[in-house]
T-cell receptor, first 115, second 114 residues
Framework: GAVVSQHPSWVICKSGTSVKIECRSL??????MFWYRQFPKQSLMLMAT?????????EQGVEKDKFLINHASLTLSTLTVTSAHPEDSSFYIC???????????FGSGTRLTVV | AQSVTQLDSQVPVFEEAPVELRCNYS??????LFWYVQYPNQGLQLLLK??????LVKGINGFEAEFNKSQTSFHLRKPSVHISDTAEYFCAVSGGQAGTALIFGKGTTLSVSS
């Protein structure tokens, strides 16, 4: 079946540094990828939609300069959290559209802790 | 725009009992509906989805859901739960157009005890 690989699975960084999270579709081409953020015991909140070769579309309230999204190929999208602060600590999950009819395949998530 | 309401934030049940997790949706267009399960610190696993056709959808791990257009509901059911079913369950909706994201409900925590 369709597989989306997300790395790293967890990362701890110092406040003020940047962190890059990768999301790869392993066995299908994903023209569209989505990035979600999940706080403890809460639902997934859509952050942005990225289409291969074009700028990402950010949801209202999401800082595009803080959360940089690049979708340079049909199999790879990256989310960079720039100048991270403790309030950016969260669980980030990517999703790729494809791999089957109306399929949305999710990565395993990245636990970001900013200290 | 679509939205999803999961009516129960927590559902405690005993092992081997039946369970129903409720989900209502709102949409002005045709919808595609999904149920996902999430175990702690993991991504989401698809349980089942409704795109069209039969309103009773069977998924993995013995789960099923029924699409009810008149009541705008898509409740998830399992006739006999196991301890291993303890997890967070999310109902999600999509408008069906390519390139549109899934919109999730707030989730229901299913706790199965012996």
């Amino acid at each position: 079946g369709a597989v989306v690989s997300q790395h790293p699975s967890w990362v701890i960084c110092k406040s003020g540094t940047s962190v890059k999270i990768e999301c790869r579709s392993l066995d299908f081409q994903a023209t569209t990828m989505f990035w979600y953020r999940q706080f403890p015991k809460q639902s997934l909140m859509l952050m942005a939609t990225s289409n291969e070769g074009s700028k990402a579309t950010y949801e209202q309230g999401v800082e595009k300069d803080k959360f940089l999204i690049n979708h340079a190929s049909l199999t790879l999208s990256t989310l960079t959290v720039t100048s991270a602060h403790p309030e950016d600590s969260s669980f980030y999950i990517c999703s790729a559209e494809g791999g089957g009819r109306y399929g949305y395949t999710f990565g395993s998530g990245t636990r970001l802790t900013v200290v | 725009a679509q939205s999803v309401t999961q009516l129960d934030s927590q559902v405690p049940v005993f092992e081997e009992a039946p369970v129903e997790l409720r989900c209502n949706y709102s949409s002005s267009v045709s919808v595609y509906l999904f149920w996902y399960v999430q175990y702690p610190n993991q991504g989401l696993q698809l349980l089942l989805k409704y795109l069209s056709g039969s309103t009773l959808v069977k998924g993995i791990n013995g789960f099923e859901a029924e699409f009810n257009k008149s009541q705008t509901s898509f409740h998830l059911r399992k006739p006999s739960v196991h301890i291993s079913d303890t997890a967070e369950y999310f109902c999600a909706v999509s408008g069906g157009q390519a390139g549109t994201a899934l919109i999730f409900g707030k989730g229901t925590t299913l706790s199965v005890s012996s």
